[in-house]
């Protein structure tokens, strides 16, 4: 009889990442995968990969949870949904106990999540539906550079005099990035500069606390947005083993304490709505 698993799985309109704990919250498998077109088709994929890495299969599964844009695209497996601020908190209260600011930076969305000394959510905030700051505005100028996105975090790093950007529009930082080549300035000083104005962009949403961790996807492929963030906020800023897996692996925590706990409030819960940006 194989152990029991625990699964999250976070299905994001860019990426579906799937996160396979034990009972003790311990990662014991993950996968990630671009979303596509097919949420339910990809989440599928995603589960059997992990599981596989964890060595066990789908009876293993003692209790899911989803989360993400396409939470409910996951038929194929019984799960309860939770939302994205939701499983991000209850990963970073067991994870990284104590006041906190956690700043998540996906492909469609920020957003800030504080926390009190409890791991109670105080207050959250999400950018409005705009690509600036999000991982979309970096493939966008990518795409605009033509260069491959992996290659950015290297470009930015390299750079020695960055180009400062006065927009946060996708569409006039475009027009701007244009003006910058034509102008004859270096492709590594305007990738710098987009990663600044993504870090400035959202640390503008809120003032952080004096804790502060970053995760997503696009923190977990460019290094240099946690040194950036560093420089500006002037103190350390925390960067975890699995940047982009924190929301998935809060909904596997949430599936063990369902199934351990079902009646245990979730301290991480709050009563009241968040704040657009």
């Known amino acids: 009889m194989s152990k029991s698993v625990y699964v999250g799985l976070d299905i994001g309109s860019s990426r579906t990442k799937v996160a396979v704990l034990d009972a003790d919250r311990r990662l014991l498998g993950y996968a990630i995968k671009k979303s596509g077109t097919d949420f339910s088709a990809t989440a599928s994929i995603c589960l059997d990969a992990a599981l596989e890495m964890a060595k066990a299969n789908r009876a293993a599964i003692a209790n899911a949870v989803s989360t993400g844009y396409g939470r409910a695209n996951v038929g194929f497996i019984t799960t309860h949904s939770k939302t994205e601020i939701g499983c991000l908190a209850n990963w970073c209260r ?140 002037g103190r350390p800023v925390i960067r975890p083993e699995f940047p982009q897996l924190a929301g998935a692996m809060g909904a596997a925590v949430y599936a063990i304490n369902e199934k351990g706990a079902s009646d245990t409030p979730d301290p991480s819960q709050p009563n009241f709505e968040g704040e657009l940006l």
């Open 94 to 233: 067991y994870e990284i106990p104590g006041i906190i600011t956690l700043i998540d930076i996906g492909g469609q969305d920020n957003k800030i999540v504080k926390l009190d000394k409890d791991g109670r959510r105080d207050s959250f905030k999400m950018n409005r539906k705009c690509a600036a700051g999000t991982g979309a505005f970096l493939e966008e100028m990518s795409t605009r550079l033509d260069l491959p996105l992996e290659d950015m975090d290297g470009l930015a790093r390299a750079s020695k005099e960055m180009v400062k950007l006065g927009s946060y529009c996708t569409v006039f930082s475009a027009t701007e990035v244009l003006e910058n080549i034509r102008n004859g300035r270096k492709v590594s000083d305007i990738v710098k500069g987009l990663f600044y104005s993504v870090i400035k962009r959202v640390l503008e949403m809120d003032l952080p606390t004096e804790k502060v961790v970053m995760t997503g996807g696009v923190v977990a492929h460019n290094a240099y947005i946690f040194d950036m963030a560093e420089e500006m906020l």
